[in-house]
């Protein structure tokens, strides 16, 4: 089958830099993709991958490595508005979403 | 630049009834998808829409079923509703189907199924 595995909660201070990780059980997908989801709001785009590596835009990276079957969303010098669950997402003939992470950010 | 919109924004149902849920997508946008999100869960993929012809679809019964229109629009239908039907409804625009790992949702519809 195809899942994805995320960690369900994360906790990271203010100011400081937190990794949200993803691992896939899924071949043959075009690329991997990070959605931010506020409570009671819509998902926002942040950021694909469709080839191995690091994309980078602005305080937020994302890498994915199709031999390890892994990828991670990288957020830097949080903020308290990044309080908020994120979901990756494999694009096939269909999009898969993983339950997501809650990020949770201390001051 | 408008962006997607969906309607309603709430709705109640009884089990058994029928639903007809719509979406605008963003301008310039010829592909929809739909998504059901349980509460704390990820948007699970009910299907696509690619200039009105359905262009893959996750693991939904047929009682879930879509149209897309001349104008990108869309609609979603579910017959026979059951109380697990109860969730929030988002579509998503995209400008292709090969574009589809940039989704811009709607704000969704919540519906609850008593």
């Known amino acids: 089958g195809q899942s994805l595995e995320q960690p369900s909660e994360v906790t990271a201070v203010e100011g400081a830099i937190v990794q949200i990780n993803c691992t896939y059980q899924?071949?043959?997908?075009?690329?991997l993709s990070w959605y931010q989801q506020h409570d009671g709001g819509a998902p926002t785009f942040l950021s694909y991958?469709?080839?191995?590596g690091l994309e980078e835009t602005g305080r937020f990276s994302s890498f994915l490595s199709r031999s390890d079957s892994y990828g991670y969303l990288l957020l830097q010098e949080l903020q308290m508005k990044d309080s908020a669950s994120y979901f990756c997402?494999?694009?096939?003939?269909?999009?898969?979403f993983g339950k997501g992470t809650r990020l949770h950010i201390l001051p | 630049e408008t962006g997607v919109t969906q309607s309603p924004t709430h709705l109640i149902k009884t089990r058994g009834q029928q639903v007809t849920l719509r979406c605008s997508s963003q301008?310039?946008?010829?592909?929809v998808s739909w998504y059901q999100q349980a509460l704390g869960q990820g948007p699970q993929f009910i299907f696509q829409?690619?200039?009105?012809?359905?262009?893959g679809r996750g693991n939904f019964p047929p009682r879930f079923s879509g149209l897309q229109f001349p104008n990108y629009s869309s609609e979603l239908n579910v017959n026979a509703l059951e109380l697990d039907d109860s969730a929030l409804y988002l579509c998503?625009?995209?400008?292709?189907?090969?574009?589809?790992?940039?989704?811009?949702f709607g704000p969704g519809t919540r519906l609850t199924v008593t």
């Open positions: 997402a494999v694009i096939l003939n269909k999009i898969i």
């Open positions: 829409y690619y200039r009105e012809e359905e262009n």
């Open positions: 998503a625009s995209s400008p292709g189907a090969l574009s589809s790992y940039e989704q811009y």
């Open positions: 301008s310039g946008h010829n592909t």
């Open positions: 991958n469709a080839l191995d």
């Open positions: 899924t071949s043959g997908f075009y690329g």
